[in-house]
Protein backbone atom coordinates (compact mmCIF):
# COMPACT_ATOMS: atom_id res chain seq x y z
CA UNK A 1 0.00 0.00 0.00
CA UNK A 2 2.79 2.55 0.60
CA UNK A 3 5.24 1.50 -2.20
CA UNK A 4 2.25 2.00 -4.35
CA UNK A 5 1.06 5.31 -2.98
CA UNK A 6 4.47 6.54 -3.15
CA UNK A 7 4.64 5.38 -6.74
CA UNK A 8 1.84 7.51 -7.98
CA UNK A 9 2.91 10.56 -5.91
CA UNK A 10 6.33 10.83 -8.06
CA UNK A 11 9.08 13.57 -8.53
CA UNK A 12 6.83 15.83 -10.79
CA UNK A 13 4.73 16.34 -8.07
CA UNK A 14 7.99 17.57 -5.97
CA UNK A 15 9.33 19.44 -8.52
CA UNK A 16 6.38 20.92 -9.89
CA UNK A 17 5.68 22.04 -5.81
CA UNK A 18 9.61 22.86 -5.09
CA UNK A 19 9.70 26.35 -6.70
CA UNK A 20 6.44 27.26 -4.75
CA UNK A 21 7.85 26.03 -0.96
CA UNK A 22 10.07 28.72 -0.73
CA UNK A 23 7.78 31.73 -1.20
CA UNK A 24 5.80 29.96 1.83
CA UNK A 25 8.62 29.81 4.54
CA UNK A 26 7.65 32.46 6.36
CA UNK A 27 4.20 31.11 7.11
CA UNK A 28 5.77 27.47 7.56
CA UNK A 29 8.56 28.39 10.27
CA UNK A 30 6.98 31.63 11.83
CA UNK A 31 10.72 33.25 12.09
CA UNK A 32 10.86 36.14 9.36
CA UNK A 33 10.16 39.09 11.12
CA UNK A 34 11.04 41.90 9.16
CA UNK A 35 14.90 42.94 9.35
CA UNK A 36 16.94 45.40 11.41
CA UNK A 37 18.40 46.44 8.11
CA UNK A 38 17.09 49.04 6.28
CA UNK A 39 17.71 47.60 3.40
CA UNK A 40 16.65 44.22 4.56
CA UNK A 41 13.44 43.96 1.38
CA UNK A 42 13.57 41.03 -1.31
CA UNK A 43 15.62 41.72 -4.17
CA UNK A 44 13.60 43.19 -7.09
CA UNK A 45 12.93 46.45 -9.04
CA UNK A 46 9.49 48.28 -9.61
CA UNK A 47 8.16 49.74 -12.65
CA UNK A 48 7.93 53.50 -13.51
CA UNK A 49 4.19 55.00 -13.57
CA UNK A 50 3.54 57.07 -16.42
CA UNK A 51 3.44 60.68 -15.86
CA UNK A 52 5.75 60.07 -13.03
CA UNK A 53 7.36 62.97 -11.97
CA UNK A 54 10.25 61.34 -10.07
CA UNK A 55 13.83 62.92 -9.57
CA UNK A 56 16.62 62.22 -12.52
CA UNK A 57 17.85 58.57 -11.44
CA UNK A 58 20.75 56.65 -12.03
CA UNK A 59 21.68 56.17 -15.55
CA UNK A 60 19.35 58.74 -16.78
CA UNK A 61 21.59 59.51 -19.36
CA UNK A 62 19.88 56.66 -21.11
CA UNK A 63 19.57 58.17 -24.27
CA UNK A 64 23.06 57.91 -24.89
CA UNK A 65 25.11 54.72 -25.62
CA UNK A 66 27.59 53.33 -22.76
CA UNK A 67 30.72 54.39 -25.07
CA UNK A 68 29.19 58.17 -25.62
CA UNK A 69 29.08 58.54 -21.65
CA UNK A 70 32.13 57.11 -21.29
CA UNK A 71 33.64 59.44 -23.65
CA UNK A 72 32.07 62.15 -21.91
CA UNK A 73 32.88 61.15 -18.08
CA UNK A 74 36.57 60.92 -19.51
CA UNK A 75 36.47 64.44 -20.57
CA UNK A 76 35.13 65.90 -16.96
CA UNK A 77 37.90 63.77 -15.53
CA UNK A 78 40.46 65.91 -17.79
CA UNK A 79 38.79 69.08 -16.97
CA UNK A 80 39.15 68.31 -13.49
CA UNK A 81 42.58 67.86 -13.48
CA UNK A 82 43.54 70.57 -15.84
CA UNK A 83 41.59 72.95 -12.90
CA UNK A 84 43.79 70.69 -10.09
CA UNK A 85 40.72 68.66 -8.80
CA UNK A 86 42.04 65.06 -8.57
CA UNK A 87 39.08 62.54 -9.58
CA UNK A 88 40.73 59.76 -7.84
CA UNK A 89 41.32 60.74 -3.92
CA UNK A 90 44.52 59.15 -1.93
CA UNK A 91 41.69 59.30 1.55
CA UNK A 92 38.60 60.68 3.40
CA UNK A 93 37.78 61.52 7.11
CA UNK A 94 34.35 60.24 7.64
CA UNK A 95 32.64 60.51 10.92
CA UNK A 96 29.11 58.20 10.65
CA UNK A 97 27.24 56.51 7.89
CA UNK A 98 23.85 57.28 6.59
CA UNK A 99 22.76 55.18 9.34
CA UNK A 100 24.08 56.24 12.05
CA UNK A 101 23.16 59.83 11.14
CA UNK A 102 19.11 58.62 11.23
CA UNK A 103 19.56 57.26 14.68
CA UNK A 104 21.87 59.97 16.04
CA UNK A 105 18.89 62.89 14.46
CA UNK A 106 15.62 61.26 14.54
CA UNK A 107 14.24 63.63 16.62
CA UNK A 108 15.28 67.06 15.20
CA UNK A 109 12.27 69.15 14.51
CA UNK A 110 11.16 70.06 10.95
CA UNK A 111 12.83 73.03 9.20
CA UNK A 112 15.48 72.93 11.81
CA UNK A 113 19.43 73.28 11.15
CA UNK A 114 22.03 71.15 13.78
CA UNK A 115 25.74 71.10 13.96
CA UNK A 116 26.61 73.20 11.11
CA UNK A 117 29.13 75.17 12.84
CA UNK A 118 32.37 73.56 14.59
CA UNK A 119 32.87 69.92 13.97
CA UNK A 120 31.44 69.06 10.89
CA UNK A 121 30.00 65.46 9.96
CA UNK A 122 31.61 63.58 7.50
CA UNK A 123 29.90 61.34 5.24
CA UNK A 124 30.89 59.46 2.11
CA UNK A 125 28.89 57.54 -0.58
CA UNK A 126 27.72 56.97 -4.25
CA UNK A 127 25.16 59.39 -5.82
CA UNK A 128 22.12 57.46 -6.92
CA UNK A 129 19.77 60.47 -7.60
CA UNK A 130 20.82 64.29 -8.23
CA UNK A 131 17.77 67.10 -8.18
CA UNK A 132 18.48 71.24 -8.95
CA UNK A 133 15.94 73.32 -8.12
CA UNK A 134 17.36 76.70 -10.02
CA UNK A 135 20.89 77.87 -9.29
CA UNK A 136 20.91 78.12 -5.41
CA UNK A 137 19.50 74.75 -4.60
CA UNK A 138 19.87 70.86 -5.05
CA UNK A 139 18.92 67.57 -3.38
CA UNK A 140 21.52 64.61 -4.16
CA UNK A 141 20.88 60.76 -2.61
CA UNK A 142 23.77 59.03 -1.33
CA UNK A 143 23.97 55.76 -0.94
CA UNK A 144 26.59 54.12 1.37
CA UNK A 145 27.30 50.56 2.68
CA UNK A 146 24.88 50.77 5.75
CA UNK A 147 21.84 52.74 3.24
CA UNK A 148 20.84 55.72 1.50
CA UNK A 149 20.83 60.03 2.92
CA UNK A 150 19.88 62.71 1.28
CA UNK A 151 21.77 66.19 0.65
CA UNK A 152 20.70 69.11 1.22
CA UNK A 153 23.29 71.45 -1.04
CA UNK A 154 22.22 75.33 -0.57
CA UNK A 155 24.62 77.73 -2.24
CA UNK A 156 24.23 79.90 0.79
CA UNK A 157 25.42 77.31 3.08
CA UNK A 158 28.43 76.32 1.35
CA UNK A 159 31.87 77.44 2.12
CA UNK A 160 33.95 79.77 -0.38
CA UNK A 161 36.54 76.87 -0.62
CA UNK A 162 34.87 74.04 -1.10
CA UNK A 163 36.97 71.34 -3.75
CA UNK A 164 33.23 71.53 -5.64
CA UNK A 165 32.02 74.57 -5.60
CA UNK A 166 27.98 74.95 -6.05
CA UNK A 167 28.33 76.61 -9.41
CA UNK A 168 30.57 73.70 -10.90
CA UNK A 169 28.42 70.62 -9.44
CA UNK A 170 26.08 70.08 -11.91
CA UNK A 171 28.33 70.04 -14.86
CA UNK A 172 31.02 68.01 -13.18
CA UNK A 173 29.26 65.43 -11.32
CA UNK A 174 27.20 62.28 -12.61
CA UNK A 175 25.12 59.70 -10.63
CA UNK A 176 27.42 56.68 -9.67
CA UNK A 177 30.30 59.30 -8.75
CA UNK A 178 31.19 58.49 -5.45
CA UNK A 179 31.82 61.82 -3.22
CA UNK A 180 32.16 63.24 0.34
CA UNK A 181 30.29 65.51 1.65
CA UNK A 182 30.90 67.75 4.52
CA UNK A 183 28.51 70.08 6.74
CA UNK A 184 25.59 69.79 9.51
CA UNK A 185 22.39 68.35 9.52
CA UNK A 186 18.69 69.61 8.41
CA UNK A 187 15.32 68.58 8.77
CA UNK A 188 13.85 69.86 5.57
CA UNK A 189 10.09 71.67 6.00
CA UNK A 190 8.78 68.27 4.37
CA UNK A 191 10.28 66.02 7.63
CA UNK A 192 13.49 64.94 5.21
CA UNK A 193 16.46 64.10 7.34
CA UNK A 194 19.40 65.38 5.31
CA UNK A 195 23.15 66.23 5.63
CA UNK A 196 23.57 70.11 4.87
CA UNK A 197 26.71 70.43 2.63
CA UNK A 198 29.51 72.92 3.65
CA UNK A 199 31.97 71.14 1.15
CA UNK A 200 32.19 68.54 -1.64
CA UNK A 201 34.99 66.39 -2.34
CA UNK A 202 35.29 64.25 -5.45
CA UNK A 203 36.48 60.76 -4.16
CA UNK A 204 35.99 58.65 -7.39
CA UNK A 205 34.63 59.40 -10.80
CA UNK A 206 32.35 56.85 -12.10
CA UNK A 207 33.00 56.15 -16.03
CA UNK A 208 30.18 54.38 -16.16
CA UNK A 209 26.06 55.09 -15.95
CA UNK A 210 24.21 52.86 -13.97
CA UNK A 211 21.58 50.90 -14.90
CA UNK A 212 18.38 53.47 -14.39
CA UNK A 213 16.77 52.80 -10.62
CA UNK A 214 13.06 52.16 -11.47
CA UNK A 215 14.05 50.22 -14.64
CA UNK A 216 17.10 48.73 -13.41
CA UNK A 217 17.67 45.49 -14.81
CA UNK A 218 14.14 44.01 -15.42
CA UNK A 219 13.52 41.23 -15.21
CA UNK A 220 17.04 39.69 -16.88
CA UNK A 221 18.32 37.75 -13.26
CA UNK A 222 21.30 36.71 -15.87
CA UNK A 223 22.63 40.50 -16.40
CA UNK A 224 21.92 41.06 -12.52
CA UNK A 225 24.28 38.06 -11.73
CA UNK A 226 26.66 38.19 -14.58
CA UNK A 227 27.28 42.37 -12.83
CA UNK A 228 26.84 41.41 -9.45
CA UNK A 229 28.85 44.82 -8.13
CA UNK A 230 26.67 46.84 -10.05
CA UNK A 231 23.35 44.72 -8.74
CA UNK A 232 24.24 45.66 -5.59
CA UNK A 233 24.59 49.23 -5.87
CA UNK A 234 21.24 49.24 -7.91
CA UNK A 235 19.38 46.28 -6.84
CA UNK A 236 17.50 46.27 -3.27
CA UNK A 237 18.05 44.00 -0.91
CA UNK A 238 20.74 42.42 -2.04
CA UNK A 239 23.67 43.67 0.41
CA UNK A 240 21.48 42.95 3.06
CA UNK A 241 21.08 39.44 2.33
CA UNK A 242 24.72 39.00 1.98
CA UNK A 243 25.12 40.40 5.47
CA UNK A 244 22.70 38.01 6.70
CA UNK A 245 24.34 35.48 5.40
CA UNK A 246 27.87 36.60 7.30
CA UNK A 247 25.79 37.23 10.46
CA UNK A 248 24.91 33.58 10.53
CA UNK A 249 28.70 32.27 9.74
CA UNK A 250 29.57 34.53 12.48
CA UNK A 251 26.81 33.33 15.02
CA UNK A 252 27.74 29.39 14.58
CA UNK A 253 31.16 30.17 15.45
CA UNK A 254 30.33 32.32 18.14
CA UNK A 255 27.79 29.54 19.37
CA UNK A 256 30.59 26.66 18.56
CA UNK A 257 33.64 28.33 20.17
CA UNK A 258 31.86 28.86 23.58
CA UNK A 259 30.77 25.71 23.40
CA UNK A 260 34.30 24.05 23.29
CA UNK A 261 34.29 23.43 19.56
CA UNK A 262 37.87 24.14 17.70
CA UNK A 263 37.62 25.42 14.25
CA UNK A 264 39.86 23.82 12.04
CA UNK A 265 40.98 23.73 8.14
CA UNK A 266 41.20 20.39 6.47
CA UNK A 267 42.51 19.87 2.79
CA UNK A 268 40.66 21.25 -0.27
CA UNK A 269 42.70 18.98 -2.80
CA UNK A 270 42.57 15.66 -1.86
CA UNK A 271 43.91 12.14 -3.69
CA UNK A 272 40.50 11.18 -3.61
CA UNK A 273 36.46 12.01 -3.23
CA UNK A 274 35.37 10.63 -0.19
CA UNK A 275 32.44 11.36 2.35
CA UNK A 276 29.82 11.62 -0.14
CA UNK A 277 28.82 10.35 -3.44
CA UNK A 278 29.13 12.89 -5.95
CA UNK A 279 30.91 13.69 -8.98
CA UNK A 280 33.99 15.68 -7.85
CA UNK A 281 36.09 18.56 -9.78
CA UNK A 282 39.64 16.68 -11.13
CA UNK A 283 42.66 18.81 -11.29
CA UNK A 284 46.46 18.28 -11.93
CA UNK A 285 49.08 18.71 -9.95
CA UNK A 286 52.36 19.28 -12.11
CA UNK A 287 54.89 18.87 -9.11
CA UNK A 288 53.56 15.96 -7.97
CA UNK A 289 52.42 14.38 -11.52
CA UNK A 290 49.08 13.01 -10.49
CA UNK A 291 45.55 13.78 -10.72
CA UNK A 292 43.86 15.65 -7.53
CA UNK A 293 40.23 16.18 -6.83
CA UNK A 294 38.98 18.90 -5.60
CA UNK A 295 36.79 17.96 -2.39
CA UNK A 296 33.04 16.71 -2.08
CA UNK A 297 32.86 16.81 1.70
CA UNK A 298 34.90 17.49 5.13
CA UNK A 299 33.47 14.12 7.15
CA UNK A 300 36.70 11.87 7.03
CA UNK A 301 39.30 14.65 7.21
CA UNK A 302 37.50 15.53 10.34
CA UNK A 303 36.99 12.64 11.77
CA UNK A 304 40.59 12.12 11.39
CA UNK A 305 40.73 14.90 14.04
CA UNK A 306 38.72 13.00 16.63
CA UNK A 307 40.75 10.24 16.02
CA UNK A 308 43.98 12.14 16.54
CA UNK A 309 42.22 13.23 19.92
CA UNK A 310 40.49 16.19 19.77
CA UNK A 311 36.56 16.28 20.78
CA UNK A 312 35.02 19.00 19.53
CA UNK A 313 35.90 19.57 15.83
CA UNK A 314 34.38 21.78 13.06
CA UNK A 315 34.56 23.64 9.68
CA UNK A 316 32.71 25.78 7.82
CA UNK A 317 33.93 25.92 4.20
CA UNK A 318 33.78 25.25 0.65
CA UNK A 319 32.34 22.37 -0.92
CA UNK A 320 33.29 21.61 -4.66
CA UNK A 321 30.86 19.08 -6.39
CA UNK A 322 30.72 19.18 -10.24
CA UNK A 323 26.96 18.36 -10.90
CA UNK A 324 24.40 20.91 -11.94
CA UNK A 325 23.09 24.77 -11.71
CA UNK A 326 19.75 25.27 -10.64
CA UNK A 327 17.66 27.43 -7.89
CA UNK A 328 18.88 25.29 -5.04
CA UNK A 329 22.35 23.69 -6.70
CA UNK A 330 25.70 25.62 -6.88
CA UNK A 331 29.27 24.02 -8.03
CA UNK A 332 31.02 25.58 -5.34
CA UNK A 333 28.74 26.15 -1.87
CA UNK A 334 29.14 26.23 1.88
CA UNK A 335 28.80 23.99 4.69
CA UNK A 336 29.16 23.70 7.96
CA UNK A 337 30.09 20.15 9.44
CA UNK A 338 30.91 19.64 13.34
CA UNK A 339 31.68 16.37 15.06
CA UNK A 340 31.65 15.91 18.91
CA UNK A 341 33.22 12.59 20.98
CA UNK A 342 31.25 11.05 23.33
CA UNK A 343 27.93 11.59 22.68
CA UNK A 344 25.16 10.36 19.74
CA UNK A 345 22.27 11.65 17.04
CA UNK A 346 19.90 12.25 20.06
CA UNK A 347 22.35 15.04 21.82
CA UNK A 348 23.40 16.29 17.86
CA UNK A 349 19.95 17.14 17.40
CA UNK A 350 19.29 19.42 20.70
CA UNK A 351 22.66 21.00 19.47
CA UNK A 352 21.93 21.76 16.22
CA UNK A 353 18.32 23.34 17.02
CA UNK A 354 20.65 25.53 19.36
CA UNK A 355 22.72 26.50 16.38
CA UNK A 356 20.08 27.64 14.18
CA UNK A 357 17.66 29.12 16.84
CA UNK A 358 20.37 31.76 18.06
CA UNK A 359 21.74 32.37 14.24
CA UNK A 360 18.53 33.14 13.72
CA UNK A 361 17.98 35.61 16.00
CA UNK A 362 21.22 36.83 16.07
CA UNK A 363 20.13 37.80 12.19
CA UNK A 364 17.46 40.09 13.45
CA UNK A 365 14.33 37.15 12.89
CA UNK A 366 12.43 35.32 15.36
CA UNK A 367 11.35 31.41 15.85
CA UNK A 368 9.14 30.48 18.34
CA UNK A 369 8.23 27.25 16.19
CA UNK A 370 9.54 23.80 18.14
CA UNK A 371 10.70 21.30 15.59
CA UNK A 372 8.60 18.22 15.08
CA UNK A 373 10.04 14.73 14.81
CA UNK A 374 9.17 11.29 13.48
CA UNK A 375 10.98 8.25 11.86
CA UNK A 376 11.59 8.25 8.35
CA UNK A 377 9.02 4.92 7.78
CA UNK A 378 6.30 6.73 10.35
CA UNK A 379 5.86 9.52 8.24
CA UNK A 380 6.26 7.23 4.51
CA UNK A 381 2.99 5.24 6.06
CA UNK A 382 1.39 8.35 7.36
CA UNK A 383 1.53 9.91 3.81
CA UNK A 384 0.40 6.54 1.90
CA UNK A 385 -3.23 6.96 3.00
CA UNK A 386 -3.34 10.83 1.79
CA UNK A 387 -1.80 10.47 -1.38
CA UNK A 388 -5.00 12.28 -3.61
CA UNK A 389 -6.21 10.67 -6.86
CA UNK A 390 -5.76 13.31 -8.43
CA UNK A 391 -2.06 13.64 -8.42
CA UNK A 392 -1.69 9.97 -9.11
CA UNK A 393 -1.77 10.33 -13.54
CA UNK A 394 0.71 13.29 -13.43
CA UNK A 395 3.21 11.39 -11.54
CA UNK A 396 3.73 7.81 -11.54
CA UNK A 397 6.08 7.60 -14.85
CA UNK A 398 8.65 9.92 -12.95
CA UNK A 399 7.97 7.85 -9.72
CA UNK A 400 8.82 4.24 -11.52
CA UNK A 401 12.15 5.52 -13.19
CA UNK A 402 13.42 6.73 -10.10
CA UNK A 403 12.58 3.56 -8.04
CA UNK A 404 13.12 1.20 -11.24
CA UNK A 405 16.78 2.04 -10.21
CA UNK A 406 17.26 1.44 -6.99
CA UNK A 407 19.03 -1.40 -6.16
CA UNK A 408 18.05 -2.52 -2.16
CA UNK A 409 14.62 -2.00 -0.45
CA UNK A 410 16.23 1.12 1.30
CA UNK A 411 17.22 2.65 -1.56
CA UNK A 412 13.10 2.03 -2.69
CA UNK A 413 12.19 3.32 0.37
CA UNK A 414 14.21 6.68 0.23
CA UNK A 415 12.88 7.24 -3.47
CA UNK A 416 9.29 6.86 -2.10
CA UNK A 417 9.83 9.27 0.86
CA UNK A 418 11.25 11.52 -1.52
CA UNK A 419 8.39 11.50 -3.94
CA UNK A 420 6.27 11.40 -1.13
CA UNK A 421 6.78 13.27 2.14
CA UNK A 422 9.64 15.57 1.62
CA UNK A 423 7.46 18.41 -0.34
CA UNK A 424 4.63 18.37 2.58
CA UNK A 425 7.18 19.10 5.24
CA UNK A 426 6.67 22.94 5.14
CA UNK A 427 7.49 23.19 9.59
CA UNK A 428 10.34 22.28 10.79
CA UNK A 429 10.88 18.60 11.14
CA UNK A 430 13.45 16.24 12.04
CA UNK A 431 13.19 13.14 9.82
CA UNK A 432 14.99 10.34 12.45
CA UNK A 433 16.17 6.40 11.27
CA UNK A 434 17.09 6.24 7.99
CA UNK A 435 17.64 2.99 5.85
CA UNK A 436 21.20 1.80 6.44
CA UNK A 437 21.65 1.19 2.42
CA UNK A 438 21.37 4.69 2.15
CA UNK A 439 23.86 5.84 4.95
CA UNK A 440 27.15 3.74 4.86
CA UNK A 441 28.75 6.55 7.37
CA UNK A 442 26.11 6.17 9.84
CA UNK A 443 26.03 3.34 12.95
CA UNK A 444 23.37 0.93 13.06
CA UNK A 445 20.43 1.56 15.03
CA UNK A 446 20.40 0.22 18.47
CA UNK A 447 17.05 -1.25 18.48
CA UNK A 448 15.91 -1.03 14.95
CA UNK A 449 16.99 -3.26 12.82
CA UNK A 450 17.63 -2.40 9.14
CA UNK A 451 17.89 1.63 10.12
CA UNK A 452 20.65 3.93 11.28
CA UNK A 453 20.52 6.45 14.40
CA UNK A 454 20.75 9.07 11.57
CA UNK A 455 18.49 12.37 11.24
CA UNK A 456 17.45 15.29 8.49
CA UNK A 457 16.24 18.70 9.10
CA UNK A 458 13.99 19.75 6.89
CA UNK A 459 12.07 23.51 6.91
CA UNK A 460 10.15 24.38 3.74
CA UNK A 461 9.81 21.07 2.09
CA UNK A 462 13.95 21.03 1.46
CA UNK A 463 16.39 19.31 3.93
CA UNK A 464 18.69 21.75 5.83
CA UNK A 465 21.13 19.74 8.26
CA UNK A 466 22.20 16.01 8.16
CA UNK A 467 23.38 13.85 11.29
CA UNK A 468 23.78 10.77 12.12
CA UNK A 469 25.46 8.44 15.76
CA UNK A 470 28.71 7.75 13.59
CA UNK A 471 29.98 4.29 12.57
CA UNK A 472 33.53 3.90 14.54
CA UNK A 473 33.95 0.06 13.54
CA UNK A 474 36.59 -0.22 11.01
CA UNK A 475 35.25 -3.61 9.68
CA UNK A 476 31.30 -2.99 9.65
CA UNK A 477 32.99 0.54 7.98
CA UNK A 478 35.20 -1.57 5.10
CA UNK A 479 32.20 -3.58 4.29
CA UNK A 480 29.76 -0.50 4.04
CA UNK A 481 32.19 1.45 1.47
CA UNK A 482 32.69 -1.60 -0.40
CA UNK A 483 29.21 -1.88 -0.94
CA UNK A 484 28.68 1.71 -2.10
CA UNK A 485 31.44 1.41 -4.30
CA UNK A 486 29.85 -2.01 -5.75
CA UNK A 487 26.57 0.22 -5.94
CA UNK A 488 27.73 2.84 -7.82
CA UNK A 489 29.68 0.77 -10.52
CA UNK A 490 26.70 -1.42 -10.63
CA UNK A 491 24.88 1.45 -11.76
CA UNK A 492 27.25 2.36 -14.35
CA UNK A 493 29.29 5.38 -11.94
CA UNK A 494 26.28 7.34 -12.68
CA UNK A 495 25.93 10.64 -10.73
CA UNK A 496 23.64 10.94 -7.51
CA UNK A 497 20.22 11.35 -7.54
CA UNK A 498 19.30 14.39 -9.25
CA UNK A 499 17.04 15.05 -6.07
CA UNK A 500 19.81 14.78 -3.57
CA UNK A 501 20.80 17.39 -1.67
CA UNK A 502 24.45 17.73 -1.79
CA UNK A 503 24.58 21.06 0.40
CA UNK A 504 24.88 18.67 3.27
CA UNK A 505 27.94 17.78 3.49
CA UNK A 506 27.38 14.42 5.52
CA UNK A 507 24.85 13.23 2.93
CA UNK A 508 25.33 9.94 1.26
CA UNK A 509 22.55 8.79 0.51
CA UNK A 510 20.97 7.86 -3.55
CA UNK A 511 22.99 5.80 -6.42
CA UNK A 512 22.11 6.15 -10.04
CA UNK A 513 20.43 9.11 -11.72
CA UNK A 514 21.65 11.48 -14.53
CA UNK A 515 23.18 9.44 -17.62
CA UNK A 516 26.47 11.55 -17.50
CA UNK A 517 29.95 10.47 -17.92
CA UNK A 518 30.81 7.64 -15.45
CA UNK A 519 33.36 8.85 -12.46
CA UNK A 520 35.06 6.91 -10.17
CA UNK A 521 34.11 6.17 -6.13
CA UNK A 522 36.82 4.50 -4.31
CA UNK A 523 37.07 3.54 -0.53
CA UNK A 524 39.23 5.58 1.53
CA UNK A 525 41.86 3.54 2.90
CA UNK A 526 43.59 5.88 4.84
CA UNK A 527 40.51 6.74 6.75
CA UNK A 528 39.94 3.06 7.34
CA UNK A 529 43.27 2.33 8.95
CA UNK A 530 42.08 5.66 10.96
CA UNK A 531 39.46 4.12 12.38
CA UNK A 532 41.56 0.72 13.08
CA UNK A 533 43.88 3.04 15.65
CA UNK A 534 40.39 4.03 17.38
CA UNK A 535 37.62 6.44 17.40
CA UNK A 536 35.47 7.34 20.34
CA UNK A 537 32.17 6.95 20.16
CA UNK A 538 30.83 10.38 17.98
CA UNK A 539 27.98 12.27 16.53
CA UNK A 540 28.28 14.41 13.60
CA UNK A 541 26.38 17.01 11.46
CA UNK A 542 25.99 19.05 8.04
CA UNK A 543 24.35 21.84 7.70
CA UNK A 544 23.88 24.11 4.26
CA UNK A 545 25.24 27.26 5.14
CA UNK A 546 23.59 28.64 1.27
CA UNK A 547 20.40 26.80 2.08
CA UNK A 548 20.06 28.41 6.06
CA UNK A 549 20.66 31.83 4.46
CA UNK A 550 17.99 31.74 1.52
CA UNK A 551 15.60 30.21 4.62
CA UNK A 552 16.02 33.93 6.20
CA UNK A 553 16.02 35.72 3.13
CA UNK A 554 13.27 33.98 1.70
CA UNK A 555 15.42 33.86 -1.55
CA UNK A 556 14.11 31.74 -4.04
CA UNK A 557 17.23 31.31 -5.63
CA UNK A 558 20.79 29.94 -4.20
CA UNK A 559 22.48 32.60 -6.43
CA UNK A 560 20.51 35.71 -4.34
CA UNK A 561 22.51 34.14 -0.94
CA UNK A 562 25.98 33.84 -2.80
CA UNK A 563 28.12 36.88 -3.99
CA UNK A 564 29.60 35.68 -7.29
CA UNK A 565 27.52 32.98 -8.08
CA UNK A 566 29.28 30.78 -11.23
CA UNK A 567 27.06 31.46 -14.21
CA UNK A 568 26.61 29.26 -17.47
Known amino acids: ?100 LQQAYEDLPNGELADLDGSPISVAGRIMTRRFLGQKLAFFTLQDASGSIQL ?65 FGEDTEMRFRNRYVDMIVTEGVRAALRTRAQVSTCMRRVLDEQGFIEVETPMLEASAGGADARPFVTWHNALQRPYVLRIATELRLKRLLVGGFDKVYEIGRIFRNEGLSSRHNPEFTSIELYQAYVDYHAMMDLTEQLIRTCIDFAGFRSDVNAAKAAATEMLDRRSGEVAEGDQQSSVASSRANVAQAGSVGEVLNECFEACVEQTLIQPTFVLDHPIEISPLAKAHRSKPGAVERFELFVAGRELANAFSELTDPVEQRKRLEAQVAAHRQAGGAVASASAEPETAASSSGFGGSQEAPYEVTVDEDFLRALEVGMPPAAGMGLGLDRLVMLLTNASSIKEVIAFPLMR
Open 152 to 216: YIEKALMDSDSPLPFEDLKQTLDNGDIIGVKGGMKRTDRGELSVAAKSIHMLTKSLLPLPEKYHG
Open 1 to 100: MCLRHCLISGRLALWARNDRLWARTAKGFQCLAAAKSTEKTKPGTKGHKKGDSRPAQAGTERTSSESDQKALRLDKIDQMRTSGLEPFAYTFGVSHTATQ
